[in-house]
């Protein structure tokens, strides 16, 4: 009896996981549904769009050229989870997207800048590198923590010797970040 209690716990556990994740209604929503979504002028509205087309449709490509359009949208929310979403998925992208989203990197707002690297990790944006090495700098933790995992996986061995100084950082979790960002540099060919 109480693994079938434990059984059943879990599993509206996972249930309520799941319904979380989506906004309400999206699961009836198709993609050219969620794509229209994507021009409304309620900012919640694009970005539950985008997180339905995330997690419904992550293998289409369909609304690729509508959400690099929102990457240079106004409303920063939007901006951001239009980055995200297009490096969850790994899209291709061209220079001139890779330029909204390192614009991204200067924003006044330590959110969007994160927001920024998180979507640089899963580009083709070794050539940005130059525009992630500031970041190290950053007055904000997270931000350097961020710019340390970007750098891991876009970077080679070569930027080891700028993210070295990072382990004396003031802030434990940067230490650590610093520290498996130069463990996974020496273990690329």
Do not use: W
Request: glycine letters at 2%; proline letters at 6%.
């Amino acid at each position: 009896m109480k693994n079938f209690t434990r059984r059943i716990f879990v599993g509206m556990l996972a249930l309520t996981v799941v319904t979380l994740e989506l906004p309400a209604g999206a699961k009836d929503k198709s993609e050219d549904q969620l794509i229209a979504e994507l021009s409304s002028p309620k900012e919640e509205v694009v970005v539950d769009a985008l997180l339905s087309l995330e997690k419904q449709y992550p293998t289409s490509t369909k609304a690729f050229p509508t959400m690099k359009k929102l990457l240079t949208d106004p409303r920063p929310k939007v901006r951001r989870k239009a980055a995200r979403v297009l490096g969850v998925l790994h899209a291709e992208v061209d220079e001139q997207n890779l330029k909204d989203i390192c614009a991204m990197l200067n924003a006044s707002d330590s959110r969007e800048q994160m927001d920024a690297l998180i979507s640089l990790r899963g580009l083709k944006a070794e050539s940005k590198i130059p525009e992630i090495l500031p970041l190290l700098n950053s007055p904000t933790p997270n931000v350097i923590r961020d710019a340390c995992r970007t750098l891991a996986v876009l970077g080679n061995k070569e930027l080891i010797p700028q993210i070295e100084p990072l382990l004396k950082h003031s802030n434990k979790a940067v230490q650590t970040d610093a520290q498996d960002a130069i463990y996974k540099l020496k273990n690329k060919a």
